[in-house]
Nanobody, 123 residues
């Protein structure tokens, strides 16, 4: 499975961005992770295969919405009220099957990764 993410860019604090990730075929659970310079990659959000279950990191809860379109094999991340600390490279990830809730934020739960898209929040 190949994943292609897009939608990153430069935005002012308080602004919004929508990231999108296209998979080459249908997958199970999908997620977004991010990695800031000098820091480890961290979980942002994930969604189950049906789109009915969503999961968010505490740092983005209430500001971010993850959604998927299984007809198009895409997963989107709508980010609002962006903060400078949201600056990072954002990566799309997928698993061929469903990931249990207790492992949804674990990087090792995902078999496929996209190349990442840069999000910079700065005035």
């Amino acid at each position: 499975v190949q994943l292609q993410a897009c939608g990153g860019g430069l935005v002012e604090p308080g602004g919004s961005l929508r990231l999108s990730c296209a998979a080459s075929r249908r997958t199970g659970s999908m997620g977004w992770f991010r990695q800031a310079p000098g820091k480890e990659r961290e979980f942002v959000a994930a969604i189950g295969w049906s789109g009915g279950n969503t999961y968010y990191a505490d740092s983005v809860k209430g500001r971010v919405t993850i959604s998927r379109d299984n007809a198009k094999n895409t997963v989107d991340l709508q980010m609002n009220s962006l903060k400078p600390e949201d600056t990072a490279v954002y990566f799309c990830a997928a698993n061929p099957n469903s990931v249990i809730a207790s492992a949804i934020s674990n990087l090792n739960s995902y078999a496929y990764w996209g190349h990442g898209t840069q999000v910079t929040v700065s005035s």
